[in-house]
Structures are given as structure tokens and as C-alpha cells.
């Protein structure tokens, strides 16, 4: 219930202006967007590397209405890749891409104009030794968002995959995906979806998202297992012993601000922890998500919204 509201809050251009005139420095913005510009999100992938850390970042924007945007995303992507490579940071950070940021929802043309600019990003990315890795969005978006990723993979193998196990279909996509050099990231998935498509209730979303683990935990590929809930936190190291599977032959990943301890414990214990860093100015319907999924957080984040000077 209260996802659906915020879902249609984090689509109502009105209250997007008014908060965004917020600055990023607003605690509650801070804690989950790593800054504005790309020094500060160099800075911010800086003080997680320097902890043990790998970094995803993501140049926050959605949707692009035009070419021109679709453009200016993507160059925005090869210069933070070549600030990451001259700052010696590119061994442990790659990029997280959103299809839709790039092109995708530009008409009949979309998907060819997201699959150069993804390819753009990954030119860039390869030739600072790093990755790419494809976010995905609404239900809508996953058969485009997948067909993309299968063009540009016939050139970047390496490129990630994301799958969101409260997708009925899921299950069938990690068997699709979970062969060897396959990167493919297992979220929770973060969008407010129809039954007709999506598990809605906690639990029944729990056990697809382990039955998506033991696929791609059992299969040749590369798991990047993405979540901040502890029980399939556990859940996953036990399913990787059982599997065979050793450090560095799968990932967890956690949001930046989301159980930073948790992040830290895990990489001393030798586990490979990679944070999404997101920045930009863009930070609104990516806010919007982050307090779906925490309410608790809500009251602070309008408390904050009144008292702004
Ligand atoms: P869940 O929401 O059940 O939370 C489990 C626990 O985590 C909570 O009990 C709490 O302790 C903590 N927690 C959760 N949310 C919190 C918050 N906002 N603040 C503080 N603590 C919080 N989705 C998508 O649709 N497409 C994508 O491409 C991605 N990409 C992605 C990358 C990475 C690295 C992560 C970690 C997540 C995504 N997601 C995503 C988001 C994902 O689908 C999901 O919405 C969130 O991760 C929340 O789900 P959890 O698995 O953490 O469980």
C-alpha cells in the first residue's frame, strides 16, 4: 500500500521540483546518494575502496525524454569511468546503467539508441579495465532491458545481467542466464508491480528469490547477490558452501547508506562486497524507492522537507 503511494509520489513532477530543490546535503538525501557531481562520487567509491570495498556507481537519471539527454548520460558515464581509471580505482569499481536512462524509451528507435549507448559505456569501461552492469526496471521494460543485454554482450561478455525475484518469469531467466562468464546480479526488485506479474506478499518474494539463488549459485556464472535482509544473507554463504562455491567466485552487493556494518563485517570475513553508489542530481524517484522500502525513514525525510531552509 504504502509503496503504491510512494510509487505515484515518486511520479508527480509537482513534488519532484519542490523536493529536488532540496540540497543534496539534506541528511536524509545523503545517506543514500553519494553527491552530485563525479568528484564525489569518486571520493565516495575512494573511502569504500580504501575499506575493503567494490563499488557500483550509478549516475542517477530515468527515463530520458530526448536524444540529446540520452547523450549527455552517456558521456556523463565515460567521463566518471576515466576520472574511476585515473584515480587508480577502476580494479574495484564498475558502473551500474539504466537502460531507460539511455535511450530505451525513445520510441520505435529506443532499444537500438540504448543498445550504442550502453556499447559506448562499455568501449569506455573495457578500456579502463572495468564493467558494466545493466540495471532493470519496471516489468515493462525486462523484455527490451534483456534483449539489450544480450546485443551488447556479444561483444562485452563481461557486461551484468539483473534479475528481481518477485518476477514471476524469474526463475526462468536466472536458468537462461546462469552460464559461465555470466555476471547476473539477484535483487528483491524495487518497482510497485501487478499481481498478474510479480509475488507481492514478503514471503512468497523470499522464496523466489532463494529458488533464483540455488539456480544461479548451482550454474558456471558469476552471482552477485544483492540484498540487505540477513536471513538470505545467511542464507546464500550457506547455499555457496553447499554448492562448492569459494570467495571470489560470487559477490554480495548492498546499497550505499544500507547496513554499512553489515557490508564491512562481510568483507572481513574474506566475502567480496560490492556498494551501488549512486550520485547525481537526478536522486528523486531513486529516494522515492528507498523510503518505499523503509517507512521508518519517511517521518525524517518530511520532517526535513519542512524545516529546509
Ligand atoms: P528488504 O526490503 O526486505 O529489506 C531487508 C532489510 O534491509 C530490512 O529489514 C532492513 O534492515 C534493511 N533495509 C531495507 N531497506 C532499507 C532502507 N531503505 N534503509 C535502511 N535499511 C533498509 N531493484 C531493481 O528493481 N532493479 C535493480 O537493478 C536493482 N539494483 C540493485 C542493486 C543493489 C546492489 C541492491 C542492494 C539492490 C538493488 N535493487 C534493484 C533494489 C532491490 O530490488 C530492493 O528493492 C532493495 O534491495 C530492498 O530489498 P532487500 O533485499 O534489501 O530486502
Not at 556499447?119 to 572495468?130: D, F, P, Y
Not at 518477485?166 to 546462469?178: I, K, N, P, T, V
Not at 550520485?279 to 517521518?299: D, I, K, T, V
Amino acid at each position: 500500500m504504502l509503496r503504491q503511494v510512494l510509487s505515484t509520489v515518486a511520479e508527480s513532477r509537482r513534488l519532484e521540483r519542490l523536493v529536488s530543490t532540496m540540497p543534496v546535503s539534506s541528511s536524509i538525501v545523503a545517506r543514500y546518494v553519494a553527491g552530485e557531481t563525479p568528484d564525489e562520487a569518486v571520493q565516495a567509491s575512494r573511502q569504500l575502496v580504501d575499506a575493503d570495498l567494490r563499488v557500483s556507481l550509478d549516475h542517477l537519471g530515468e527515463h530520458t525524454g530526448d536524444r540529446r539527454q540520452a547523450e549527455t548520460i552517456t558521456q556523463a558515464y565515460v567521463t566518471v569511468v576515466d576520472r574511476l581509471r585515473r584515480a587508480g580505482l577502476t580494479w574495484a569499481t564498475e558502473v551500474s546503467v539504466k537502460a531507460s536512462a539511455v535511450g530505451q524509451t525513445l520510441g520505435a528507435d529506443g532499444e537500438k539508441i540504448a543498445v550504442d549507448n550502453v556499447r559506448e559505456i562499455c568501449q569506455a569501461a573495457r578500456q579502463a579495465k572495468t564493467t558494466v552492469t545493466l540495471d532493470m526496471e519496471d516489468h515493462s521494460t525486462v523484455d527490451s532491458t534483456l534483449s539489450i543485454l544480450r546485443t551488447v554482450r556479444e561483444d562485452f561478455p563481461e557486461t551484468g545481467a539483473v534479475v528481481q525475484a518477485y518476477l514471476y518469469r524469474s526463475e526462468s531467466d536466472c536458468h537462461d542466464l546462469a552460464y559461465e562468464g555470466s555476471r547476473v546480479r539477484l535483487c528483491k526488485g524495487a518497482y510497485s508491480e501487478p499481481e498478474s506479474v510479480a509475488y507481492r506478499r514478503h514471503a512468497d518474494v523470499d522464496r523466489a528469490y532463494v529458488r533464483c539463488l540455488k539456480i544461479l549459485l548451482a550454474g558456471p556464472g558469476y552471482p552477485m547477490v544483492a540484498t540487505h535482509d540477513r536471513r538470505l544473507v545467511e542464507i546464500a554463504g550457506a547455499l555457496a558452501t553447499r554448492y562448492g562455491r569459494t570467495a571470489g567466485t560470487y559477490e554480495y552487493q548492498m546499497l550505499y547508506g544500507m547496513r554499512p556494518a553489515e557490508q564491512r563485517r562481510l568483507a572481513s570475513m574474506g566475502e567480496t562486497v560490492r556498494v551501488y553508489v549512486p550520485y547525481g542530481s537526478q536522486w528523486y524517484p531513486y529516494l522515492m524507492r528507498r523510503l518505499a522500502e523503509r517507512p521508518a525513514n519517511l517521518g525524517l525525510f518530511l520532517r526535513s522537507l519542512v524545516t529546509r531552509s
